[in-house]
């Protein structure tokens, strides 16, 4: 019933692997190249040039007011919410539901760890369900029955 999809899947793989590694010698010797090499130092002088410029124009703000030194600059003002995590969050239990999100991933492993104990609360059921594992070596499948090493 398989066996033709588990060839066909081996063939895939094997040929993914053979143009995996041309990709990845390729990206290697592109990323070793002085092509690469001064798009990176370009983009790294654009960064600090950008850094400096606007640490300029903050600090001629802070001294002036003035929102804009230069056509191309504006000095914006952003509104930056603070408050105290745990003091935020008692609120939000209370007050702002919407903003109490669910870290699932957390909680399921904590579910998994007190299933274990038989400590589930009564609103969490465990149940075993059927997971399709497909082996990651299929090369014993492939026609030629020969072995990549």
């Known amino acids: 019933m398989f066996e033709d999809k588990i060839e ?12 995996e590694s041309d990709y990845k010698k390729a990206k290697l010797d592109f990323e070793s190249s002085f092509v690469y090499k001064n798009y990176k130092d370009c983009e790294l002088k654009i960064s600090e040039l950008e850094s400096k410029i606007r640490d300029e124009a903050d600090a001629n703000f802070k001294t002036t007011g003035e929102k804009q030194p230069h056509p191309a600059i504006e000095v914006q003002q952003k509104l930056v919410i603070c408050y105290d995590g745990a003091t935020a969050l008692e609120y939000a239990k209370t007050e702002l ?22 400590q589930l ?29």
Do not use: C, Y
Request: a positive charge.
């Open 121 to 149: 609360p009564d609103f969490v059921k465990a149940e075993s369900v059927p997971w399709v594992k497909i082996d990651k070596d299929l090369t014993p499948f492939l026609e030629s029955g020969e072995k990549k090493e």
């Open 97 to 118: 539901k919407q903003a109490v999100v669910l870290d699932k991933k957390f909680f399921d492993g904590t579910m998994r760890e007190w299933h274990k104990k038989n």
């Open 8 to 19: 066909k899947l081996a063939e895939l793989r094997k040929e993914f692997e053979e143009r």
